[in-house]
């Protein structure tokens, strides 16, 4: 069993297969992109069963696949069936923008993926388009949860970062999807990061202005 410094169990292992996006979130990246590692140098699944091998012969029982955007990475489905496989190995989920959801979703389930986390930081296109510096309409993001929820990868997760002058008036809206499905959906704090030019504190939303 490991602990970590403050003494608590460590069970649960973050992995991220990429560092490819097919986003440029406004608080995740710079409009211009971000260098990427070469295709080479990222961890093949062989090494990442490995590492995860480890973990689980010291307690980790859960794993988390990011990215980037991991639906991005090729076969995919193939690292959850290995990572599945291995013994102490009792959780998988994965954190992803949705934009593939929908194609995925059955696939990952059978390969043994729990569950997803997806990220949905409005539900407007041209809010949404201009969040992402994308081209996606949030109802992909939605069929994809859909698809995902039919097929098992349940309770779906749904991340919102609330921005202070952007999306704090979907709050409800958000909320009112809970009442229609099993959907658990969690407001996340914008991090300190510069977003669009401007400082995180102009754009920052404390639980305290969410409630009120």
């Given amino acids: 069993m490991a602990l970590d410094r403050w003494g608590r169990i460590i069970n649960y292992m973050r992995i991220s297969v990429t560092d490819r996006c097919n986003l440029k979130c406004v ?31 010291i307690g980790v029982e859960k794993v988390r696949i990011t990215g980037g955007e991991p639906l991005m990475r090729r076969d995919i489905d193939e690292l959850i ?12 989920t994965l954190t992803t923008n949705g934009t593939k959801l929908a194609e995925w979703a059955e696939r990952l389930a059978k390969a043994g993926l729990d569950r997803v986390n997806v990220s949905l930081d409005s539900m407007r296109v041209d809010r949404y388009k201009a969040i992402t510096r994308g081209d996606f309409p949030p109802e992909m993001i939605l069929r ?33 999807l809970t009442l229609e499905s099993p959907l658990h959906v969690r407001f996340i704090e914008l991090m300190p990061f510069a977003i669009a030019g401007s400082d995180h504190t102009i754009r920052f939303l404390s639980e305290k202005e969410v409630m009120g």
């Avoid at 069936?81 to 998988?92: L, N, S, T």
């Fill in 144 to 176: 994809g949860i859909e698809i995902a929820e039919r097929v098992g990868l349940t309770p779906v997760k749904l991340n919102v970062v609330l921005m202070k002058g952007i999306n704090e008036d979907e709050v409800e809206d958000f909320a009112r």
């Fill in 81 to 92: 069936r290995m990572i599945k496989a291995i013994d102490g190995i009792h959780e998988i």
């Fill in 27 to 57: 608080y995740c990246a710079p409009a211009e992109g971000t260098e990427k590692l070469p295709r080479e140098e990222l961890l093949s699944f062989e090494e990442i069963e490995q590492i995860v091998r480890a973990g689980a012969m």
